[in-house]
């Protein structure tokens, strides 16, 4: 699979489907304390100040389980009038590359639900780059398959294990990232590397 897009904020790989696997990376400009929900009896998790990210699935070809919708919603927070920078740029980028109908519309309310919701709603984090893998073949499977690749690198481990993995029991798609700009800059070719070793 190869990159069919890239700019700034967004990579993507594929062009066919309207679903598929997603990463968000995130900043956390300062340390927080975090109630997940009900993840670990609702106690508070310290969040230190640094990058995250954050493995997910939408496989629906539409409604609100498809890829531009379920990642509108998390560039949205639950005060519909705080939404996170790139929620713009993606409803304008998605139905430029054929993803999602145009023009896509926001949610008009966000209720949290899943562990990431709990940290996208802070004010503290920023969403600074998605990356799409847009396939129907593979779902939650590629999903796991992508969070432990990403935890077989010494710079990333879980920020507590069995967060954000409700689809892999045991496993954790809620990762922290201690890595240099290189590191990052390099991600989209090491990453395209590991999907294609990924059987179809």
């Known amino acids: 699979m190869e990159i069919t897009y890239r700019d700034a904020h967004f990579c993507c790989w594929g062009n066919q489907s309207q679903g598929g696997v997603y990463l968000l990376r995130l900043t956390v400009s300062q340390p927080i304390l975090v109630c997940f929900g009900r993840f670990q009896n609702g106690r508070p998790l310290p969040v230190a100040a640094g990058e995250y990210v954050y493995v997910g699935s ?3 070809a539409k409604g609100s389980t498809s890829l531009a919708r379920r990642l509108l919603r998390h560039a949205s927070r639950s005060d519909n009038a705080n939404p996170h920078s790139l929620r713009q740029e993606m409803g304008q980028l ?4 054929g993803l999602g109908p145009g023009p896509l519309l926001s949610p008009v309310r966000k209720t ?6 709990f940290l996208l709603e802070e004010s503290a984090v920023n969403l600074t780059t998605v990356y799409l893998i847009r396939t129907t073949g593979l779902g939650v499977s ?12 010494p710079e990333v481990s879980p920020l507590a294990v ?5 689809d892999n029991p045991g496993g954790t798609h809620l990762l922290h990232v ?4 290189a590191w990052w800059a390099a ?9 294609q070793g990924v059987p179809a």
Do not use: K, M, N
């Open 58 to 60: 939408a496989l629906a």
């Open 94 to 97: 998605f139905p430029e590359i």
């Open 112 to 117: 949290l639900r899943w562990h990431v919701d």
């Open 142 to 153: 590629l999903e796991t398959a992508v969070a432990h690749y990403l935890l077989s690198w």
């Open 162 to 166: 069995g967060l954000g993995s409700s």
């Open 178 to 181: 201690t890595a240099d700009p």
């Open 187 to 195: 991600f989209p070719e090491q990453f395209t590397a590991f999907l």
